[in-house]
């Protein structure tokens, strides 16, 4: 018998078949907006591209434990307020590390969260925010988010993350 995997898409996004090993890629989730209010069904396992010079206020959905991942990339360099990315509630934290190409003479800078972070800001300059940067969020346990943030920042740097939701 063969490994070979036989299915078909339909026009209307389903597929069919035998689907057992069948990897099939979904296309980016482009934000335009002011702001996004991520859910797991809609936004998890998903890249969203952020694409709001003006920044966009993301809001995540509270940290359960699941092992959603939400990927986000900066599509639109930030060039007035700012992006930030936050949980939803006074509760749940985000856990992890930035990692940060520099315009000075430190060629990488590396900033870790403080155990009260619960917000991102990446505004374009000294925080990040450029076309180009990632920023992963993994539902990892109950109350707390796993990230990683690759981006770059010029002038006189500084960590993206804060504690801001109260």
């Known amino acids: 018998m063969s490994n070979a995997a036989y299915y078909s898409l339909l026009n209307n996004g389903e597929l069919t078949g035998d689907v057992i090993g069948a990897v099939l890629a979904t296309p980016p989730i482009a934000v335009t907006g002011a702001t996004l209010t991520c859910s797991r069904d809609v936004h998890g396992g998903r890249t969203i591209a952020i694409n709001a010079a003006a920044g966009c206020a993301v809001t995540l959905p509270n940290a359960t434990g699941t092992g959603s991942v939400f990927r ?26 930035a990692y940060v190409i520099s315009d000075g003479a430190a060629a990488v800078l590396g900033y870790a969260t403080a155990a009260t972070d619960d917000t991102i800001t990446l505004n374009g300059t000294t925080l990040g925010g450029y076309a180009g940067d990632v920023i992963e969020i993994i539902d990892a346990i109950a109350g707390t988010y796993l990230v990683q943030v690759h981006t770059k920042a010029t002038g006189s740097e500084a960590t993206p993350f804060s504690a801001t939701v109260s």
């Open 72 to 97: 986000f990339f900066i599509g639109t360099t930030i060039t007035s307020n700012s992006t930030t990315i936050k949980v939803n509630n006074a509760t749940d934290v985000i856990s992890g590390r």
